[in-house]
Nanobody, 121 residues
Framework: QVQLVESGGGLVQAGGSLSLSCAAS????????IGWYRQAPGKQRELVAT???????NYADSVKGRFTISRDNAKNTVYLQMKSLKPEDTAVYYC???????????????WGQGTLVTVSS
């Protein structure tokens, strides 16, 4: 099992910056991809950014050029640097990790508890 603990959420004004971090513990050796999703009030959870074990990154179009994802494998931690924040970035941000559990590619998804990011206009 993998445990994910987020930190760094809070209130920021539009145009400001905020950083999130997520520390993974437990069976982290088979984590293939790790990253962030978010869920705004009344909306579905959506991808923000992910990074693979090889460093390949994937971003939602809405955050490209503003958000940067990175990971420290030695610390089993993933970071999300958010700049030029907009009110529409307001959401609960969830850390996500995908663990591959078989050579056929079967995987298990893990989720953190979430951290609230509020961007005021």
């Amino acid at each position: 099992q993998v445990q994910l603990v987020e930190s760094g959420g809070g209130l920021v004004q539009a145009g400001g910056s905020l950083s999130l971090s997520c520390a993974a513990s437990g069976k982290t050796f088979n984590i293939n991809a790790i990253g962030w999703y978010r869920q705004a009030p009344g909306k579905q959870r959506e991808l923000v950014a992910t990074i693979s074990s090889s460093g390949h990154t994937n971003y939602a179009d809405s955050v490209k050029g503003r958000f940067t994802i990175s990971r420290d494998n030695a610390k089993n931690t993933v970071y999300l640097q958010m700049k030029s924040l907009k009110p529409e970035d307001t959401a609960v941000y969830y850390c996500y990790a995908k663990s591959v559990v078989s050579i056929e590619g079967a995987y298990v998804e893990h989720w953190g508890q979430g951290t609230l990011v509020t961007v005021s206009s």
